[in-house]
T-cell receptor
Framework: GAVVSQHPSWVICKSGTSVKIECRSL??????MFWYRQFPKQSLMLMATSNEGSKATYEQGVEKDKFLINHASLTLSTLTVTSAHPEDSSFYIC?????????FGPGTRLTVL | ELKVEQNPLFLSMQEGKNYTIYCNYS?????LYWYRQDPGKSLESLFV?????AVKQEGRLMASLDTKARLSTLHITAAVHDLSATYFCAVSTGANNLFFGTGTRLTVIP
């Protein structure tokens, strides 16, 4: 099946700093990419949907100025958590698709101290 | 908004036993997915169900879909320890999004 990679897999940062997470579709062109957040022992919550070359669509309650999403090419999307705080600590999972199905990345665990 | 509920939330069972996990959703959907997630890992796709009455089986897991009842089941047969994980159902509509269920954390006890 198709492969989606994320980098880094785990990041620890200090409060107030920004962290960038990359999501790549390795063997297909992803017209749409999704970013999810998962808190411990909870389900996945969709944060935003992005189509290549256009602005991301954020879900209600997700601050677009805090979670910057760039989908610059058909194989790369980035999520930047700006001015991270401990409450932003979570497991971030990206997903990508051309049509269907969606393929999920391995996730990035963010810990903000 | 589409709501997806799973039952039970937590399940502990002995090896060799059978059990069914239920996934109910609130509005019409065109696809239903089952995923497995191991601790600290991302999602592994198990099944996609596209039509009413669809049944798919892989090893000890069998998934079915009843679109009229808006219900999918994931049946576990003769559970083994390796099946311990969290299982999510997810439902899609004609729009972009996948709506995830609450998850069922399964622990199989040797």
């Amino acid at each position: 099946g198709a492969v989606v990679s994320q980098h880094p897999s785990w990041v620890i940062c200090k409060s107030g700093t920004s962290v960038k997470i990359e999501c790549r579709s390795l063997d297909f062109q992803a017209t749409t990419m999704f970013w999810y957040r998962q808190f411990p022992k909870q389900s996945l919550m969709l944060m935003a949907t992005s189509n290549e070359g256009s602005k991301a669509t954020y879900e209600q309650g997700v601050e677009k100025d805090k979670f910057l999403i760039n989908h610059a090419s058909l194989t790369l999307s980035t999520l930047t958590v700006t001015s991270a705080h401990p409450e932003d600590s979570s497991f971030y999972i990206c997903s990508a698709r051309a049509l269907w199905p969606q393929y999920f990345g391995p996730g990035t665990r963010l810990t903000v101290l | 908004e589409l709501k997806v509920e799973q039952n039970p939330l937590f399940l502990s069972m002995q090896e060799g036993k059978n059990y069914t996990i239920y996934c109910n959703y609130s509005t019409t959907s065109d696809r239903l997915y089952w995923y497995r997630q191991d601790p600290g890992k991302s999602l592994e796709s198990l099944f996609v169900l596209l039509s009413n009455g669809a049944v798919k089986q892989e090893g000890r897991l069998m998934a079915s879909l009843d679109t009229k009842a808006r219900l999918s089941t994931l049946h576990i047969t003769a559970a083994v320890h390796d099946l311990s994980a969290t299982y999510f159902c997810a439902v899609s509509t004609g729009a972009n999004n996948l709506f995830f269920g609450t998850g069922t954390r399964l622990t199989v006890i040797p």
